[in-house]
């Protein structure tokens, strides 16, 4: 049993920052893969940046060199900085985590789920 809420998403101009937090409480231990997705309205969710619980990290080529993925193990939290947004990051963006190696994360579905929080980026 896994709970995640999001925090920090807003609204922003193109070329700001945000810092999104993610807060896992609940049997955390073991949690070894962790990850934000995104779906922008009319369009499929997308796996945006993930992290395992060595560091180890992956990003989708729409965010790379803009976006950070970090975890504090000990705090239990997943954080996503966000640099040089632009409008198409405007999207609602989801934490997700699994007992699982991020390599094996296309065979299981991510079973913990947040809420979601909204990112808005203006021109």
């Known amino acids: 049993q896994v709970q995640l809420v999001e925090s920090g998403g807003g609204s922003v101009q193109a070329g700001g920052s945000l810092r999104l937090s993610c807060l896992a409480s609940?049997?955390?231990?073991?949690?070894?893969?962790m990850a934000w997705f995104r779906q922008a309205q009319g369009k499929e969710r997308e796996e945006a940046a993930v992290?395992?619980?060595?560091?180890?990290?992956y990003y989708a080529d729409s965010v790379k060199g803009r976006f950070t993925i970090s975890r504090d193990n000990a705090k239990n939290t997943l954080y996503l900085q966000m640099n040089s947004l632009k409008p198409e990051d405007t999207a609602m963006y989801y934490c997700?985590?699994?007992?699982?190696?991020?390599?094996?994360?296309?065979?299981?579905?991510?079973?913990?789920w947040g809420q979601g929080t909204q990112v808005t980026v203006s021109s």
């Open positions: 609940g049997s955390t231990y073991s949690t070894y893969c």
């Open positions: 997700a985590a699994a007992r699982i190696s991020c390599s094996v994360r296309y065979i299981s579905p991510f079973p913990y």
């Open positions: 992290i395992g619980r060595d560091g180890t990290t």
